[in-house]
């Protein structure tokens, strides 16, 4: 709908303090992870952080609205302002033509058989890495953020994994991830944004060095395919497209499948029956590691990997920038404005889940589908033209990784445990999640 035809409200909303606004509380996490603009002001509210006026969406059909984009008004460019100078040019930073010309290349990297030969470095790493773990007590998080990056390593780039060059990479990856967030935008020495660009600038020359190998290569592994991959118009990526993509990719892949995995730890340890459940399932496959064709037979492990990615939404936030002045449920949505999509709050909304802090997977079952309720209900992947390409990939990994744990281990968490997450960039245990291994 165009803006003609109007009446259309002014949006509702406050600025927050003067010059600062809401800042403090949009990059701690505080206003993703809550129903404070919804609560008081509807689905559609403006406000001001990071320097910035910021449009927020919240509910199923305001930020299914955007998403599906139905008028092509909301550009992935927002994600340039949070994340433009560590992220340039990956997929999901691109728009219109181009995104849809990159993603098809990209597409080819992610088919089936692709994936099921993505599986065998990832099984093999995950055996690895779960062989090394001693048992008993360990803070979680930290040691699967290790496990996610030691299987990108394998399976994106055929690299060795451990050692010290293993673990710059980590921290290169983690600095850039947070310094989406980061209140100075701009490079001071020691803060967030400055690590930030140190991060990308260490990840662009690792892996521009390792590009030429990877060209002639023939290795089944996500960074060969991408410099081989060719749209159905014979369209290939550049050396600069591949190093941008790859970044990226790194980086999606990551922290997202470590934030899921480390949820579903938590709940399993802390809901003996569901783990009891997802345990046997594995048992039944009668294998140490899942094949390609055995993920659908997990099926309790599938419901308890939504309910987590429903509870604590690993992407909990996308944001938009649009291109002309528009609408939104009657609203008018000025152009050039930054837009905050809020997909937590969308998973945790009363009239959409009943009793929405309730753990309970039985909820995504077939005899009860409340992901059904509404069609932007559940969206932990996004929607539209940029929605998740690697989410096969991702819940490949997910169900890989717990169901070898499964079979190796009963999970528990301390009597009345509750994990506090820290919702800056990504959500993650802000105590590293304290769980105890018991080995079967
Ligand atoms: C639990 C795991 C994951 C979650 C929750 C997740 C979530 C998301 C979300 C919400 C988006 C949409 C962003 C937007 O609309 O602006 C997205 C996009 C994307 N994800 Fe994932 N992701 C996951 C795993 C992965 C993995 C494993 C990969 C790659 C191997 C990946 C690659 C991408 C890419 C390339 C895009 C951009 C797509 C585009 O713009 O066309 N993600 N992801």
Redesign the pocket.
């Known amino acids: 709908m165009t803006v003609q035809q109007s009446p259309l409200r002014e949006l509702p909303g406050d600025l927050g303090l003067p010059l600062i606004g809401y800042s403090y509380q949009f990059a701690s996490g505080r206003l993703t992870a809550s129903h404070r603009w919804w609560n008081q002001y509807g689905p559609v509210s403006r406000t001001r952080a990071l320097g910035t006026t910021w449009i927020n969406v919240e509910g199923p059909e305001a930020c299914g609205a955007v998403?599906t984009d139905r008028d092509r008004v909301y550009d992935?460019s927002g994600?340039a302002y949070l994340i433009g100078p560590f992220f340039h040019r990956?997929?999901?930073l691109?728009d219109g033509a181009e995104?849809h010309r990159h993603?098809r290349i990209?597409q080819q990297a992610?088919t089936a058989d692709r994936l099921a030969g993505y599986l065998t470095p990832v099984n093999e790493t995950i055996a690895a890495t779960l062989a090394r773990w001693p048992g008993g007590a360990m803070r979680f998080y930290p040691a699967v953020k290790q496990l996610t990056l030691d299987v990108a390593t394998r399976t994106?780039m055929a690299d060795d994994v451990g050692g010290a060059e293993a673990s710059r990479v980590n921290a290169a990856f983690t600095d850039s991830v947070r310094a989406a967030t980061a209140f100075v935008r701009m490079p001071v020495p020691g803060l967030r944004w400055a690590r930030g660009l140190a991060g990308r600038h260490f990840l662009e020359t690792y892996l521009r060095d390792r590009l030429p190998a990877h060209r002639t290569g023939s290795g089944a592994d996500?960074f060969t395919a991408l410099c081989h991959a060719r749209s159905e118009d014979g369209d290939a990526f550049t050396d600069d497209d591949v190093v941008n993509?790859m970044i990226?990719?790194l980086m999606?892949?990551h922290d997202?499948?470590t934030?899921?995995l480390t949820t579903m730890a938590y709940y399993l340890a802390r809901y003996p029956e569901w783990q009891e459940r997802c345990r046997a399932e594995s048992q039944a496959l009668d294998s140490p590691e899942v094949t390609y064709a055995d993920l659908d037979r997990l099926v309790a492990l599938d419901l308890v990997m939504k309910e987590a990615?429903r509870l604590v939404?690993?992407?909990p936030g996308?944001?938009?920038r649009t291109n002309r002045e528009s609408e939104l449920l009657g609203y008018r949505i000025p152009a050039g404005a930054y837009v905050a999509?809020h997909?937590w709050g969308v998973h945790h909304m009363a009239d959409v889940w009943p009793e929405p802090e309730r753990f309970d997977p039985e909820r995504f079952a077939e005899h009860r589908r409340e992901d059904k309720a509404h069609r932007f209900a559940f969206?932990?992947?996004?929607?539209?033209?940029?929605?998740?390409?690697?989410?096969y990939?991702?819940?490949m990994?997910?169900k890989a990784a717990m169901h070898q744990l499964l079979l190796r281990y009963r999970l528990t968490v301390p009597a009345g445990y509750r994990m506090p997450v820290d919702w800056v960039s990504l959500p993650r245990p802000k105590d590293g999640l304290p769980i105890e291994l018991h080995r079967l």
């Open positions: 998403l992935a994600w990956g997929l999901m691109l995104h993603r990209m992610f994106f996500l993509h990226f990719l999606a892949a997202t499948s934030s899921t990615m939404t690993p992407v996308v944001t938009r999509v997909l969206m932990p992947f996004g929607n539209g033209v940029h929605k998740c390409i690697g989410l990939f991702g819940g990994e997910i």
